[in-house]
């Protein structure tokens, strides 16, 4: 049965686009979450640049392209309801994902620009281990001494972050702090800040990331 959209949750029964092996069968699997104002069709097309054998690729849409409506780091309930659904969103598939027989240790979870955000919020927020996690372009969500006490953990995951050193959008020292709280929290952190790049992604960060993902379910 698909969620409906609610007040409390605007990304509930929203699509989820697919590539790659056919998710029954498949030995692993990678959630990808699409940027502010972009779609899951545009994120998905990283798919065509980690070409791995038995892995399903799978996106899901935001409600009106975005997932909360300000700023990463504005106060956080300022935010809501828009980033408590964008988890409800990823559990949904977590959980279509396990259903399907591929558990969370062969599942990685990447996003670009607010769905890096979400990624590490999300792997922050429910910390265990997983196949592997890709923030490209983000960091941990709220302002500047936000607690970060966040519980469990994330026992060895591998954790790429990749990022501008001058980016617009993603202070660099955001993306410190981020790799700092997932290194605590049990995580394999390779945290990578390029001089003067733009806001986008990298053929070096392409590269990490496709060494993660051929690791799933080694």
């Known amino acids: 049965m698909t969620a409906s959209p ?26 990808l979450v699409h940027g502010r104002g972009a779609s899951a069709e545009s994120i998905l097309s990283l798919a065509e640049a980690l070409p791995v054998d038995g ?26 309801p828009g980033i408590t659904s964008s988890m409800w969103a990823i ?37 265990r281990r997983y196949g592997g996690v890709a923030g490209l372009s983000g960091g941990l969500i709220g302002p500047d001494g936000t ?12 954790v790429f972050l990749g990022c501008s050193d001058v980016d617009f959008h993603i202070p660099a020292e955001r993306v410190r702090e981020t790799a700092e709280v997932l290194a605590r929290l049990g ?17 070096d960060e392409i590269e990490a990331v496709r060494g993660i993902v051929q690791g799933l379910g080694d």
């Open 91 to 127: 559990d949904r598939l977590f959980a279509r994902i396990a259903d399907a027989g591929v558990p969370p240790e062969r599942t990685m979870l990447l996003g670009f620009s607010q769905g890096a955000c979400l990624a590490t919020e999300y792997v922050a927020r429910h910390a």
């Open 6 to 31: 609610t007040r409390d949750d605007p990304h509930a029964g929203q699509p989820v686009r697919t590539a790659g092996a056919a998710l029954d069968g498949a030995r692993a699997a990678v959630i």
């Open 55 to 80: 892995v399903a690729y799978l996106a899901p849409q935001a409600a009106g392209g975005t997932w909360y409506p300000l700023g990463f780091m504005s106060p956080i309930p300022r935010n809501e």
């Open 187 to 203: 995580g394999d952190v390779d945290m990578r800040l390029y001089p003067g790049m733009g806001h986008g992604v990298n053929e």
């Open 147 to 158: 607690p970060r006490d966040y519980a469990g953990s994330l026992d060895g995951t591998p």
